[in-house]
């Protein structure tokens, strides 16, 4: 059981080029989110999705884009990377009763 | 929208002795209150989580206050072990698990 999985670890991109964060779980949770995390600030929801084909926005969504076409799949998309959006990455996805977290993407923009 | 708040930002404690953390939310809408624990380097784990018809919880060393006419809620960890030294993560949210807003963490120390 893999649960929640991230690619890349870590990633370095230039201001302005674009790059999806994926994320995947094998515990058929319906539930999935994108938070960013920064110093000082807790996480911050992004972007969230209650099943395949569903998604809306969080708490921070500008500069970021999401779709669901399956429900183990769960990618982020930066559109125009901007040093602003230097950050940690976090999936999640969660039931009722149980909620796990990927190991998170380190994203530099420079 | 919702706003947390989280004190304190660091803790200290010998091992064995109890730690409590306090956070104090805003919309008093607000139905689920779940914590986390985030070890160096790793996501954030779901360790307890209470819902706003409960007024306690507990699991093993670790319980959750609830205190909806005030608007705060603690986490209490008693016996504390080095194990527990990590940052922990108190949320809020008004729509079940769904949007949930975190508070900005208490990294506790637990001194052997």
């Known amino acids: 059981n893999a649960g929640v999985t991230q690619t890349p670890k870590f990633q370095v991109l230039k201001t302005g080029q674009s790059m999806t964060l994926q994320c995947a779980q094998d515990m058929n949770h319906e539930y999935m989110s994108w938070y960013r995390q920064d110093p000082g600030m807790g996480l911050r929801l992004i972007h969230y999705?209650?099943?395949?084909?569903?998604?809306d926005q969080g708490e921070v969504p500008n500069g970021y884009n999401v779709s669901r076409s399956t429900t183990e799949d769960f990618p982020l998309r930066l559109l125009s990377a901007a040093p602003s959006q230097t950050s940690v990455y976090f999936c999640?996805?969660?039931?009722?009763?149980?909620?796990?977290f990927g190991p998170g993407t380190r994203l530099t923009v420079t | 929208g919702e706003n947390v708040e989280q004190h304190p930002s660091t803790l200290s404690v010998q091992e064995g002795d109890s730690a409590v953390i306090k956070c104090t939310y805003s919309d008093s809408a607000s139905n689920y209150f779940p914590w986390y624990k985030q070890e160096l380097g790793k996501g954030p784990q779901l360790i307890i989580d209470i819902r706003s018809n409960v007024g306690e919880k507990k699991d093993q060393r670790i319980a959750v206050t609830l205190n909806k006419t005030a608007k705060h809620f603690s986490l209490h960890i008693t016996e504390t072990q080095p194990e527990d030294s990590a940052v922990y993560f108190c949320?809020?949210?008004?729509?079940?698990?769904?949007?949930?807003?975190f508070g900005t963490g208490t990294k506790l120390q637990v001194i052997p």
């Open positions: 949320a809020a949210s008004t729509g079940g698990y769904q949007k949930v807003t």
């Open positions: 999640a996805s969660r039931s009722v009763d149980e909620q796990y």
């Open positions: 999705s209650v099943g395949a084909g569903i998604t």
